[in-house]
């Protein structure tokens, strides 16, 4: 009889086993998320989900983590879009008070792409994190795309890590007023980490930063099909080392709000060391090398070199709000080049140097760009 009992035990301590490997093969303790290789999506609601970075999945829907989940993504993982599925459904977004980890490391990435074998902007959708931040269209606002809400009244939430990513051939259409952008950041705040980002050819906007307090450095935007650089609705925050090629519209379109120009809490940004390149002659940068729009807020640039855009600033001649911004001396650029002869430097404040070399090596793309991609 002992000799049974012992056995049984150890038959139960045997499944005991086997059942907590198959949660670590799952992805973590992930609660009732059911991790795919080759059909990822769904909603993860609690737990933890961690990505295995020799695993290449396909998106296949909307993945979402949910408040109180967390998703993790190792350095070398590669996510593709599925070929077949339509392109808006096509995404991953992270909620208020969920978390997100994209721990790419420099050599060695995180890759969202698409998975076409003709690739192309809007193959896919985009990444999409919302917090707790605050923006000046109101505490509880709905996200553009994947209808998530987000704003509140804390700047220094966090949602997260995003380190050496590489997205490409997002910004799938709804309509011409509504698509995604490469990611987009709605009112995140500052104990978020961000850097080392790559967007290549989105189908709206690279990266954009609607409201909250989130810093960025070293972010690589190329060939966006609306403009590459973009921060409304009381963003605050500093932006570090930006290379932008590829110009469509603007390199920098930067609002206030588009309801009222000069609603508080403006918006205040600090963007150092930025390269903008119009690119070849597929790219007319039709909005110039900054859009200083829909009241503009308080934008200081320092170190900004310019390449093939012949005026530095657009300012609409109804935006009064804007024009209020420039008068009072909130619209500045310190050290700057352009290469164009004779480029018009437009409305700004502008002083100090005319040797700017921006994001590090002029029109160039710079040394530290080869680490994300």
């Known amino acids: 009889m002992k000799k049974s009992i012992l ?96 721990n790419g490391v420099a050599g060695n990435p995180v890759v969202m792409t698409s998975g076409k074998s003709s690739k192309a902007q809007s193959d896919w959708g985009g990444l999409v994190i919302c917090g707790n931040g605050i923006a000046n269209t109101g505490a509880d606002g709905t996200s553009e795309v994947g209808a998530l809400s987000y704003g509140g009244s804390d700047n220094s939430d966090s949602s997260g890590t995003i380190e050496y990513l590489r997205i490409e051939y997002t910004g799938a259409k709804f309509t011409a007023s509504k698509e995604f ?19 290549y050819e989105s189908g709206d906007d690279g990266i954009e930063f609607f409201g909250g307090a989130v810093n960025a450095d070293h972010l690589v935007i190329e060939n966006a099909y609306d403009d590459s650089l973009d921060f409304a609705d009381g963003y605050v925050g500093t932006i570090n080392y930006v290379y932008i090629s590829g110009v469509t519209k603007a390199g920098i379109e930067g609002s206030n709000n588009g309801n009222d120009g000069a609603v508080t809490p403006m918006t205040d940004a600090t963007i150092n060391n930025v390269s903008i390149v119009k690119g070849g002659t597929d790219f007319t940068a039709s909005e110039q090398a900054i859009n200083f729009k829909e009241g503009g807020g308080k934008q200081a640039y320092t170190n900004l070199f310019v390449d093939g855009i012949a005026t530095a600033c657009k300012i609409s001649g109804d935006d009064t709000a804007a024009a209020a911004r420039v008068s009072a001396g909130d619209f500045t650029i310190t050290d700057y080049q352009f290469t164009e002869v004779g480029a018009d430097l437009n409305v700004a404040t502008f002083s100090g140097a005319t040797t700017a070399t921006g994001a590090g090596n002029g029109a160039a793309k710079p040394s530290w760009a080869s680490d994300i991609q």
């Open 7 to 102: 056995s049984m035990l150890a038959i139960a301590a045997l499944t005991f086993t086997s059942c907590n490997k198959d949660n670590d093969d799952n992805g973590g303790d992930n609660g009732s998320f059911e991790l795919k290789v080759n059909d990822l999506k769904g909603d993860i609601t609690e737990g933890v989900v961690t990505l295995d970075a020799s695993e290449t999945y396909t998106l296949t829907g909307a993945l979402v983590v949910r408040s109180g989940a967390t998703l993790t993504i190792p350095a070398g993982t590669r996510i593709e879009s599925s070929a077949t599925e339509e392109a808006t459904s096509l995404y991953i977004a992270v909620e208020r008070n969920a978390t997100i980890n994209i």
């Open 181 to 199: 952008n490469g990611v987009s950041f709605f009112a995140v705040g500052s104990g978020t980490t961000v850097n080392h980002i790559y967007a």
